[in-house]
T-cell receptor, first 120, second 112 residues
Framework: DAGITQSPRYKITETGRQVTLMCHQT?????MFWYRQDLGHGLRLIYYSAAADITDKGEVPDGYVVSRSKTENFPLTLESATRSQTSVYFC???????????????????FGDGTRLSIL | ELKVEQNPLFLSMQEGKNYTIYCNYS?????LYWYRQDPGKSLESLFV?????AVKQEGRLMASLDTKARLSTLHITAAVHDLSATYFCAVRTNFGNEKLTFGTGTRLTIIP
């Protein structure tokens, strides 16, 4: 089915380990985003990508690494996990045009179902 | 730095009542979004507001935008239990890119 999928849905790991969260979208959207959601902070942008091989930092990038070699995939890696990175992670995608081609520049971001990550 | 504030953060209201959620943002922006999130679920887009005076309505929800006041409102009419959720507003950070800054959300609970 078309859409945006995240994996895994749940992950428990230990401090110091490397963990990668996957995000895949089938719309060929140009933009992809990674957010973390924590109580009292809403959603905070970690990294985003405007196209394949183009990435940039968001509000809270420290401790995270991203890559985007293909338009449809945008993995997020925690190189050495810390307890403060326990959170719910959402991937999102968007594009400048609606599929009908009629609307420019006002498409909402479409979110995946999230990954709940616990670091012990 | 763009800041987005929502109030109230928590709202309990009775079925059948009307209420408004407010979203203030600190710098000029040309696009504002409203999202809904059910507990443990993803975010669902509700409205996209593009210009000053824009008003969008869907069922019992109506969103408006005043770019001069840097204020958006989400009005709930005759609330029903199904509207219980957390509502987020989000503002495009800079012209020319698609980054959004989210408010902290308003958790709405509709009491029968």
């Amino acid at each position: 089915d078309a859409g945006i999928t995240q994996s895994p849905r749940y992950k428990i790991t230990e401090t110091g380990r490397q963990v990668t969260l996957m995000c895949h979208q089938t719309w060929s959207h140009s933009y992809m985003f990674w957010y973390r959601q924590d109580l009292g902070h809403g959603l905070r942008l970690i990294y985003y990508s405007a196209a394949a091989d183009i990435t940039d930092k968001g509000e809270v990038p420290d401790g995270y690494v991203v890559s985007r070699s293909k338009t449809e995939n945008f993995p997020l890696t925690l190189e050495s996990a810390t307890r403060s990175q326990t959170s719910v992670y959402f991937c999102a995608s968007s594009d400048l045009y609606a599929t009908t081609g009629k609307i420019f520049g006002n498409q909402p971001q479409h979110f995946g179902d999230g990954t709940r990550l616990s670091i012990l | 730095e763009l800041k987005v504030e929502q109030n109230p953060l928590f709202l309990s209201m009775q079925e059948g009542k009307n209420y408004t959620i407010y979203c203030n943002y600190s710098t000029t922006s040309d696009r504002l979004y409203w999202y809904r999130q059910d507990p443990g679920k993803s975010l669902e887009s509700l409205f996209v507001l593009l210009s000053n005076g824009a008003v969008k309505q869907e069922g019992r929800l109506m969103a408006s935008l005043d770019t001069k006041a840097r204020l958006s409102t989400l009005h709930i009419t005759a609330a029903v239990h199904d509207l219980s959720a957390t509502y987020f507003c989000a503002v495009r950070t800079n012209f020319g890119n698609e980054k959004l800054t989210f408010g902290t959300g308003t958790r709405l609970t509709i009491i029968p």
